[in-house]
């Protein structure tokens, strides 16, 4: 705002007209070369006010950039900020001399003024806008990546829901056969050790009964052939 006040004051009072300056006379004081420039008749007393000010804004912006450095640089730009100041900076301190002893050379002076104006501006476009542009491309790959990663997982709990449908139905169809015996050695010994305790009490049993006590039992019950008993051996 004071730059744009300080401008318009400039213009309306001492505004910029076109001068021709003699550079060069001959021995008849004829004029050889000169030089045409827009001027103002009081320019010096506007131009100092304004370095005065944007040297002031220039340090006191690097300033508030050191005071913020410890602010997340997601929320803020205070390092960028800094550079792009202190860049301006160090290249109004090298360009303003040389513009200066470039002055009485329209054409260095032309190109010494548009270097600056040239290297200002972008420098600080630059370090404004190029990290952002940096930062919006790391989220792109970040969010690609997320979603690379959700469908990697999708994919292999899907997998491990269709293993594990597929072990469940093999159970199913095994379990349908029926149950599984298994016969264990140690099983037929204790079965046959049974079986021999139960012949022996038979024949005690026999012994202590009379013969015809022996007789009416016997006719009672059903005799055992060979055949089953050793079928009762098989099965257990």
Known sequence: TLNVIILSVWTALSPLAWERDVVERDIFGREKETRGKCASEHSLGFLIPLIIL???????????????????????????????????????????????IAADDSQASFFVTSALIFIGCA??????????????????????????????????????KTNKKMKISRTISNSSAGPQILVHPKLQEKAQEELRRLKKANQELRQSVGPSKECSIISELEPISQDEEDGFTSDL
């Open 123 to 160: 420098s600080l476009l630059c370090f404004i806008f190029v990290p952002k542009i940096l930062v919006r491309n790391e989220k792109g790959n970040i969010k690609s990546a997320i979603r690379k990663s959700k469908e990697k997982t999708l994919s292999s709990t899907q997998s491990r």
């Open 54 to 100: 944007d040297l002031g804004v220039l340090i006191f912006a690097i300033y508030q950039a050191y005071v913020a450095r410890n602010i997340s640089m997601e929320f803020a730009e205070s390092e960028w900020i800094a550079r792009a100041m202190s860049f301006i900076m160090i290249v109004s301190f090298v360009g303003i001399p040389v513009l200066v």
